[in-house]
């Protein structure tokens, strides 16, 4: 009798769980779709670039690509300089441009049984970004952990989290619903802390992105370049 009871008492919590996830993400989903769209972030004019000569001094941002040329600057990537726009943790983003997502998802327990310095602690173990450019994820996954709970455990549940690409999903179909949310509710404040983001320079990643925010002004074919003739180690 008390076991079926437990059960019943079980079962009713899980119901209710499962409810108020549902409510939650559908919130979570109506704020994402009206939250203004993130393709003017990858789109604009403004560009970071170095100089060749002297590739580890600070990368500067210029208004426009002619600009960057006129100075005799190498376009790094689309976008103003920020705490990831230097050699180090550009070559970071290309060398795991395959696995980034999957290694900073495994630190994604520490988001809500840790502190900031606990995630920053973990994504600089798995992925090896300076400080500075980690702290940029960290603070991502921590707001996305915010603003986009129910929608990342419905997503999880409904065995879409597997795949990064649901057709249908979000704009366009590119995203499952999760990466949609962190997308729209936590992107942009990302991408002006990051200043670099794999769509900015120019590279295809494990996430599908829409072509039209891949930057085309970039001067280096990062996937293929030999960091050391181009000064970077």
Request: aromatic fraction near 12%; hydrophobic fraction near 35%; proline fraction near 3%.
């Amino acid at each position: 009798f008390w076991t079926l009871r437990v059960l019943l008492g079980f079962g009713f919590v899980l119901y209710g769980f499962f409810i108020f996830m549902l409510i939650g993400s559908r919130a979570e989903n109506d704020k994402a779709a009206r939250a203004p769209s993130t393709t003017k972030f990858f789109t604009l004019d403004a560009v970071c670039a170095f100089d060749p000569k002297h590739p580890l001094e600070e990368f500067r941002t210029f208004d426009n690509k002619d600009l960057a040329h006129l100075a005799n600057y190498t376009i790094a990537h689309c976008g103003e300089c920020a705490y990831c726009s230097n050699p180090h943790d550009i070559q970071v983003y290309v060398e795991t441009r395959k696995t980034i997502a999957k290694k900073s998802k495994q630190c994604g327990p520490k988001v809500y049984f840790g502190s900031k310095g606990d995630v920053s602690d973990c994504l600089e173990s798995k992925i090896g970004f300076t400080r500075d450019c980690t702290n940029c994820w960290a603070e991502n996954m921590i707001n996305t952990g915010d603003k986009c709970l129910f929608t990342c455990l419905r997503t999880l549940f409904s065995g879409f989290m597997a795949e990064n690409n649901v057709k249908g999903s979000g704009e366009g179909g590119w995203l499952n619903a999760c990466l949609y949310c962190d997308e729209k509710r936590s992107g942009p404040a990302f991408v002006t802390c990051s200043g670099v983001a794999r769509r900015r320079l120019g590279i295809v990643s494990e996430i599908e992105r829409n072509p039209e925010e891949q930057c085309k002004n970039v001067d280096v074919d990062w996937v293929n370049v030999d960091f050391d003739e181009i000064g970077f180690n």
